[in-house]
Every structure is written in C-alpha cells, then in structure tokens.
C-alpha cells in the first residue's frame, strides 16, 4: 500500500519540481536580459522566482549550472520555433534562408532570449559555455551549407568561415534592437538572405551578370 501510493505520488511531485527549474530559469532569462549578466545575481533572480536562493541552490548547483540551463534553453526555444520551417525545406538555398528569417523573426519575437545571450557573452564568462553558445548554431548552419555544396547548389567557399559569418551576423541583432527599439526586423531580414544568398549560390546573379 505504501509503495503504491509512493509511486502514484512520484509524477506529481517531479512535474513541481520540473516546474519549478522552469520558472527559475525563466526568471533569470529575464533578469539577465533586463539587469545585464553581472547585476542578475541570484537574490535578484530569486527575488523574480518569489523563492529563496536557497531554494535556486537546491535546484541548481550555483549561477553557473544555472547560466548553463539559460542557455540550453534560449537555443531549444529556438530549435523548437525555427526547426520546422527550416526542415520542410528540400532545397539547401530554401534551408537557408528560412534559417536566417527563423533566427531574425526569433529575436524579433523573443527579445529577451537574445539579449540574456548577449549579456552572458559580453560578460565573458561565455568561453566556458562554448559549447552551448556556439556549437548548435555553427552545426546547423554547417549542414545546410555542406549539403549545398554537396549537390552543387552552392559554390565552393570554406564552410568555417562562412557559418561564422552568418553566425556572427545574428549575433549583433540583439545589440542593434537595444540601441534601436525602432528596428526594423523585415528589412534586416531581406538584407541578411540577400547578402547570403548571394555568397553562397553557385549560379550568384553577380558572378553571372545578371541584375
């Protein structure tokens, strides 16, 4: 009897607790977008989350772990909201640019997932997180490109040097928007998928004259 009312109560008590890490890593995000990464220390977190820091180093094992899960879950947000039109595309040029007007339409809609990465790479304790920061994004833009090139669809370039571009041309989007409020998103899109589309194409309208 006690084992199965200990099993019955079991999910309950891991969905609070999932919760909970939830709550707590949305109130840093927010923290950390608004604060900056210095200011947000965890009595201002916990003060947001309207819980102790005691209770944030029971689910966390310090700021770090905790700037860790922030992370992780800014690019799953943006894997759940760019992955699907991105993987619809059957063409690596159509990839892409869905890719590049995910990421500016991403930023666009959730301003504070791309400051809180700011602040958290300004501040450069980043260089721990590499990993996290830089590796989900390189490796999708390195597939897309490496498929490309593979059937010909895109001209032969280094693939490092241009996934960091078009990486590091997402990165300053947060910036531009806190300087800008006004930012206009559509045309900082159109420009970006010209500009790349451009670089990569195998049959470039520039390299073949066309206007």
């Known amino acids: 009897m006690h084992s199965e009312t200990q099993t019955a109560n079991q999910p309950k008590v891991s969905f609070i607790e999932q919760a909970?890490?939830?709550q707590i890593i949305d109130c840093a995000i927010d923290a950390i977008a608004e604060?900056?990464?210095a200011q947000a220390s965890l009595a201002q977190i916990a003060k947001r989350a309207g819980v102790s820091t005691g209770v944030i180093l029971y689910y966390f094992e310090g700021k770090e772990d905790l700037i860790r899960e922030v992370i992780r879950?800014?690019?799953?947000k943006g894997a759940e909201v760019i992955g699907p039109d991105v993987n619809a595309q059957d063409d690596p040029r159509q990839a892409l640019l869905a890719f590049i007007r995910g990421n500016v339409a991403f930023f666009r809609?959730?301003?504070h997932?791309?400051?809180a990465v700011m602040h958290i790479t300004r501040s450069g304790v980043a260089s721990g997180f590499d990993e996290f920061l830089d590796q989900p994004r390189r490796s999708g833009f390195r597939s897309i490109l490496e498929w490309g090139q593979r059937i010909g669809a895109f001209r032969p370039f280094s693939v490092e040097v241009m996934s960091t571009s078009?990486?590091?041309a997402m990165d300053i989007i947060p910036r531009r928007h806190a300087q800008n409020p006004e930012l206009?998103?559509?045309?900082y899109a159109d420009e970006l998928v010209a500009l790349f589309d451009r670089a990569t194409r195998a049959d470039s309208?520039?390299?073949e004259g066309q206007p």
Request: hydrophobic letters at 40%.
């Open 109 to 111: 809609d959730f301003p």
């Open 113 to 115: 997932y791309g400051r």
């Open 205 to 207: 309208p520039t390299r």
């Open 20 to 22: 909970r890490r939830a």
């Open 35 to 37: 604060l900056g990464f």
């Open 73 to 76: 879950q800014v690019f799953a």
């Open 184 to 187: 206009d998103f559509a045309t």
């Open 166 to 168: 078009i990486v590091e």
